[in-house]
């Protein structure tokens, strides 16, 4: 991995707490927080892609017999079925 040197301020506070969680040099504790920053830039993102476009109102998805549920209540805990994570995969690469 590529690292690169940062310089900045932070708050006193948040950077001695966030030194005792990870018990760690101060890289990582920058490195843990960058990667919670995009994970939960990710978490929005899918949320908000499935609040526009909810996969029980896909024409273009067919399960055929697979039962994903609809009609029963969120949060679904099943695991993905490999159409829909094909489905996925196909729409990611032509949105690149």
Known sequence: MARVRISTTVD???????????????????????????????????????????????SDLDLGSVNVGWDDDLPYDGEVPPEVEELARRRRSKAS
């Not at 948040?14 to 101060?26: F, H, K, S, T, V």
Request: negative net charge; glycine residues 2%; aromatic residues 2%.
């Open 12 to 58: 006193t506070e948040r950077l001695d707490r966030a030194r005792q969680i990870i018990n760690g040099r101060d890289s990582e504790v920058i490195d843990r927080a960058l990667s919670a920053l995009i994970e939960d830039d990710e978490r929005r993102r899918e949320i908000a892609a499935l609040t526009q476009s909810p996969y029980h109102l896909d």
